[in-house]
T-cell receptor, first 112, second 113 residues
């Protein structure tokens, strides 16, 4: 069964460093998303991506964040200068239909 | 007002019992709802989607939607210890047409052997 994959599973970084989180969505899906979940809190939307451009972003998704789909398979989230409060689980999701979303296993990001 | 609300629990049921998980939503115009299961430290796993009033069954799971009362529930029959997890209710944000999901806080279910 097709699934969303994410790498790395864990990332530890120093405050101020750049990180790139990678995702391979399900191959025939068209809509891509990033969510994050701070420990003990809700899953919260960061950004949606369709037709090679951002379709919506949340207030959290400020200038430090960017997304790319550099080729036909990968979908990346870059955080340019990490802050302590960026520590969270980051989930990539994809969908063929706009709403039925399948989540990847997540990347646990720890900013020290 | 929160868009999607759940009781955080924990909800504790004995093995073999029916677990009932509830979710309310604020936007009367919401059309679709999703239940995800999340084991500790893992990602949300889609269990059920429901779009129409009434019940939808899939194995041991039944989703129920009541649009008039603005609630959606998930019943788990013959609960097993492996069902112990946090169950997330989600709905697309009405303010958006990109499919972004709004999640509830999640209800933690404990199934005791």
């Amino acid at each position: 069964e097709p699934e969303v994959t994410q790498t790395p599973s864990h990332q530890v970084t120093q405050m101020g460093q750049e990180v790139i989180l990678r995702c391979v969505p399900i191959s025939n899906h068209l809509y891509f998303y990033w969510y994050r979940q701070i420990l003990g809190q809700k899953v919260e939307f960061l950004v949606s991506f369709y037709n090679n451009e951002i379709s919506e972003k949340s207030e959290i998704f400020d200038d430090q964040f960017s997304v790319e789909r550099p080729d036909g398979s990968n979908f990346t989230l870059k955080i340019r200068s990490t802050k302590l409060e960026d520590s969270a689980m980051y989930f990539c999701a994809s969908s063929g239909l706009k709403e039925t979303q399948y989540f990847g296993p997540g990347t646990r990001l720890l900013v020290l | 007002q929160k868009e999607v609300e759940q009781n955080s629990g924990p909800l504790s049921v004995p093995e073999g019992a029916i677990a009932s998980l509830n979710c309310t939503y604020s936007d009367r115009g919401s059309q679709s709802f999703f239940w995800y299961r999340q084991y500790s430290g893992k990602s949300p796993e889609l269990i059920m989607s429901i779009y129409s009033n009434g019940d939808k069954e899939d194995g041991r799971f039944t989703a129920q939607l009541n649009k008039a009362s603005q609630y959606v529930s998930l019943l788990i029959r013959d609960s097993q210890p492996s069902d112990s997890a946090t169950y997330l209710c989600a709905a697309p944000a009405r303010s958006s047409n990109t499919g972004k999901l709004i999640f509830g806080q999640g209800t933690t279910l404990q199934v005791k052997p």
